[in-house]
């Protein structure tokens, strides 16, 4: 009886231990989540002017879910990425848009910074 009690014991901690283990791996952000995020910022980045509350809600959404280094690598080089690849739009504009939306992010974004030196 012992003997049955503790394989079962056994069985029930492994089962345990995997579903904690799947439940911490989180999806990882793609760039499609930050473009899709930024999309409404689009008129910002390119006039300025104010940000709209649907831009800055993509701004904050993106931060609150870069909770790893590798998502805040990934959101980093996307911004980077598409800061360059879309006409019209300024450098300055996507530099000052997290401050303009009341976010702190801990880089710049800009074609110029360094994605793999954030932590």
Do not use: H, W
């Amino acid at each position: 009886m012992a003997s049955m009690f503790m394989k079962l014991s056994c069985v029930v901690v492994m089962m345990v231990v995997l579903l904690a283990l799947s439940a911490s791996e989180v999806e990882a952000i793609t760039c499609g989540q930050v473009v899709s995020a930024v999309a409404p910022c689009l008129g910002y980045l390119r006039n300025g002017g104010a940000p709209s509350p649907s831009c800055c809600n993509g701004v904050k959404g993106l931060r609150n879910n870069a909770r790893t280094t590798g998502d805040r690598k990934t959101v980093c080089n996307c911004l980077k990425s598409a800061s360059s690849s879309y006409r019209g739009v300024s450098g300055s504009y996507a530099a000052s848009l997290p401050g303009k939306c009341g976010v702190n992010l801990p880089y710049k974004i800009s074609p110029s910074t360094d994605c793999n030196r954030i932590n």
